[in-house]
T-cell receptor, first 114, second 115 residues
C-alpha cells in the first residue's frame, strides 16, 4: 500500500460530460503529480503541485485542470470529455518538489467514456 | 526531442532465470533516471532512482545500471520469481535538481515469468 488514495476507482460517463478525480497524498507529502496512462501512449505526466501551488506542467489539455487544496488533497477536473480521454489516471505524491524525490503512486482511476 | 526507448517490448522467461531490460534515452539536461514496476491494474512502484553520478543501484534482486556517457540504462533481475511478472518502465527526468522536473517515459517492457 503506497499510502496514496484515489477515488473513485472506476468512472463511466458520456462524451461532453465533466468529471472530478480526487487524490489524497501520503501523510507528510507536499507534492502531488497527475499522470494519464492510455493503452497506446503509455504514461504521460500531466501536472505537478507543491504545497498548493502549480510547479510543473506536462501534456495537459486545456480542457483539463487541477488544484491542490490547503489540506494537500488534489483534484483533477476533466471537462468536455471525448472518447480519447478514456484512460487510467494516476496520482503520485512525494515529500517535496525535488527532482530526485521518489514518487509514490495510487492505484488510479479508470475513466471510460461511452 | 526528448525520448526514452525500452527494449525488448516483451519478454518471457522461466522462473529462477535472470534477465536484463534495456533503456536508451535522449533527454537533456539530465537529472535522474528511474525504474518502475507496474503490476496489471496497479500504480507504478519505484524500484530505483539514479542521478548522473551513480552508475549502479540495487534494490533486492533488482540492479540498475546507468551509463550517462552513452545514455543507456539497464535493469537486471536476478533469480526471477512469478511475482516479477509486470511491466517495467524507465523514466528520465530532465531539469535542474531542486526544481520542478520534466519527465519522459518509456513505453515499458512487459515481463512474464513462467514455471
Amino acid at each position: 500500500d503506497s499510502g496514496v488514495t484515489q477515488t473513485p476507482k472506476h468512472l463511466i460517463t458520456a462524451t461532453g460530460q465533466r468529471v472530478t478525480l480526487r487524490c489524497s497524498p501520503r501523510s507528510g507529502d507536499l507534492s502531488v503529480y497527475w499522470y494519464q496512462q492510455s493503452l497506446d501512449q503509455g504514461l504521460q505526466f500531466l501536472i505537478q503541485y507543491y504545497n498548493g501551488e502549480e510547479r510543473a506542467k506536462g501534456n495537459i489539455l486545456e480542457r483539463f485542470s487541477a488544484q491542490q487544496f490547503p489540506d494537500l488533497h488534489s483534484e483533477l477536473n476533466l471537462s468536455s470529455l471525448e472518447l480519447g480521454d478514456s484512460a487510467l489516471y494516476f496520482c503520485a505524491s512525494s515529500v517535496d518538489a525535488g527532482a530526485n524525490q521518489p514518487q509514490h503512486f495510487g492505484d488510479g482511476t479508470r475513466l471510460s467514456i461511452l | 526531442k526528448n525520448q526514452v526507448e525500452q527494449s525488448p517490448q516483451s519478454l518471457i522467461i522461466l522462473e529462477g532465470k535472470n534477465c536484463t531490460l534495456q533503456c536508451n534515452y535522449t533527454v537533456s539536461p539530465f537529472s535522474n533516471l528511474r525504474w518502475y514496476k507496474q503490476d496489471t491494474g496497479r500504480g507504478p512502484v519505484s524500484l530505483t532512482i539514479m542521478t548522473f553520478s551513480e552508475n549502479t543501484k540495487s534494490n533486492g534482486r533488482y540492479t540498475a545500471t546507468l551509463d550517462a556517457d552513452t545514455k543507456q540504462s539497464s535493469l537486471h533481475i536476478t533469480a526471477s520469481q512469478l511475482s516479477d511478472s509486470a511491466s517495467y518502465i524507465c523514466v528520465v527526468s530532465g531539469g535542474v535538481t531542486g526544481t520542478a522536473s520534466k519527465l519522459t517515459f518509456g513505453t515499458g517492457t512487459r515481463l512474464q515469468v513462467t514455471l
